[in-house]
Nanobody
C-alpha cells in the first residue's frame, strides 16, 4: 500500500533552517503531483508548496522566497528546504501525493519555531 513518511521536523530558533523529507513507497512516485501542507493549532490546513511531475513549483504567499520544494524521483523522496523560519511557521507539516483519482497523506512532522 502507499506510504508517505515525513521526517526532519523539530525545534528551531527564529531565523534558522530545517529540511523536511517525505519518503514514498508503494507507488510510482514520478507519476504523482507532490505537495507540502501545514496545519497550526486551531487553524485550517494550508498549502505550503507544490511540485508537479515535471518539476514545476508553486508556493503559498507566506513562504515565497524562504522555502523551496524539490523531488528526487530516483529516491522516491520529496523535500522542503525551509529558511528564515518564523514563529508563525510553527505547525505540523504534511506530505501529500495526488493524481486525478488518488490522494494520499503522510502522518505529519512537527515544526516548532521558538527562541
Amino acid at each position: 500500500q502507499v506510504q508517505l513518511v515525513e521526517s526532519g521536523g523539530g525545534l528551531v530558533q527564529p531565523g534558522g533552517s530545517l529540511r523536511l523529507s517525505c519518503a514514498a513507497s508503494g507507488m510510482i512516485f514520478s507519476l504523482y503531483t507532490m505537495a507540502w501542507y501545514r496545519q497550526a493549532p486551531a487553524k485550517q490546513r494550508e498549502l505550503v508548496a507544490t511540485i508537479s511531475r515535471g518539476g514545476s513549483t508553486g508556493y503559498g504567499n507566506s513562504v515565497k522566497g524562504r522555502f523551496a520544494i524539490s523531488r528526487d524521483n530516483a529516491k522516491n523522496t520529496l523535500y522542503l528546504q525551509m529558511n528564515s523560519l518564523k514563529p508563525e511557521d510553527t505547525a505540523v507539516y504534511y506530505c501529500n501525493a495526488r493524481t486525478q483519482t488518488e490522494d494520499y497523506w503522510g502522518q505529519g512532522t512537527q515544526v516548532t519555531v521558538s527562541s
